[in-house]
């Protein structure tokens, strides 16, 4: 059984930072593929952020390039997402998942059959 817990969500002004940490258990954290989603009021869940297993590789939404940073601690069973200069079109919940073992970065949800309940993060203008 495999459970992700998210924490680090708040409320934050625009410009501000968040960092968002899941916690994992119940299988082989350290050799599975860990991404973000995000899913706003009235819209669907879309792709944030994922990294493979061992952190050798990375993606991004372009909306989110260079101000969201993913990482991982194998170690803690932990996956993060520093998310700066915020904007209030990014308020919304924000999903962990974990994708396949030794998988490579993915950007579609049907790879990630594991998730968080989500965290709420609100951007205020």
């Known amino acids: 059984q495999v459970q992700l817990v998210e924490s680090g969500g708040g409320l934050v002004q625009a410009g501000g930072s968040l960092r968002l940490s899941c916690a994992a258990s119940?299988?082989?954290?350290?050799?599975?593929?860990a991404g973000w989603f995000r899913q706003a009021p009235g819209k669907p869940r879309e792709f944030v952020a994922a990294?493979?297993?061992?952190?050798?590789?990375?993606a991004y939404a372009d909306s989110v390039k260079g101000r969201f940073t993913i990482s991982r601690d194998n170690a803690k069973n932990t996956v993060y997402l520093q998310m700066n200069s915020l904007k209030p079109e990014e308020t919304a919940v924000y999903y962990c998942?974990?994708?396949?073992?030794?998988?490579?970065?993915?950007?579609?949800?049907?790879?990630?059959?594991?998730w968080g309940q989500g965290t709420q993060v609100t951007v205020s203008s």
């Open positions: 998942a974990l994708g396949g073992r030794w998988g490579p970065v993915s950007r579609v949800e049907a790879d990630y059959p594991y």
């Open positions: 119940g299988r082989t954290f350290s050799s599975s593929l």
């Open positions: 990294i493979t297993w061992g952190g050798s590789s990375t």
